[in-house]
């Protein structure tokens, strides 16, 4: 990756971050610990991977991205608005009444958001049946989803798995957030998924393996997902629960807690010093 382009999607990346704080704490409730650890995922889908645009949000050939996760709304919330799809102004309005930011993903309303989402095991199956409608229909765009590591304990994720896999839809990337947290323990103590590589590779996916929190990594594993052909690709992604603010990393009492305004300064005082130091 070129030293400027990883500075500038660092950059983008704290900010989706810092919009997460923003939002959270405005509403006093939300899930910043799981949107922390994917928003380097974010910056790299919206700024480099897809096919999107701001000025068009339907339009026909653009890629898909379902937030399979749907909790982490705050973070695609950040990385749509940073990206143009609607006004920064919005961030604070989170789970507010009127708002069009919802608590989950709304397509109805929201623009950019190409499938409502919460329910979780429920996304990947979206995901599968978008990338199967482009291949029926002859379009070639693709469609990206990310998954908690929590959430592939629901079975319905590994009955879309199957389904996908069995259809041949190499334009499906399904990314797994492995912060191994969930809102009542480590993903082991609650429902142990592990292990996720083999269990992918069993269904008949292509399976890459990285550090999620990793720009570069990151880069090198979408290259490759797009060269894999009759079969859908799973990254496996090593991520930090609460990413970028440290009293919030690896710890799952964040999970679906909002800084109240000692811990909303603290946390907004750590990501602008990360701000500057990528600016500077």
Known sequence: MDAMTKKELSIIATKIRMAIIEGTYHA??????GSLSIADDLAYLYWKEMNIDPTDPKKADRDRFVLSKGHAAPALYGALALRGFFDADLIPTLRQVGSILQGHPDMKHIPGVDMSSGSLGQGISCAAGMALGAKLSG???????????????????????MYAAAKKLDNLTVIVDNNNLQIDGTV??????YPI????????????????NDLEQIEAAFAEARTIKGKPTAIIQKTVKGKGVSFMENQCSWHGSAPKKEEYDKAMAELTAKLQEWEG
């Not at 006093?28 to 610990?33: E, L, M, N």
């Not at 989803?145 to 590994?158: R, Y």
């Not at 082991?188 to 998924?193: A, G, L, M, Q, R």
């Not at 590589?197 to 008949?204: C, H, R, T």
């Open 28 to 33: 006093k409730s939300g899930h910043p610990g």
């Open 139 to 161: 379009d070639s765009f693709r469609v990206y989803t990310i998954l908690g590591d929590g959430e592939i304990q629901e079975g319905q994720v590994w009955e879309a798995a």
């Open 188 to 193: 082991e103590e609650v429902n142990s998924p």
């Open 197 to 212: 590589p083999e269990k992918f590779a069993a269904f008949g996916f292509h399976v890459i393996e990285i550090d999620g």
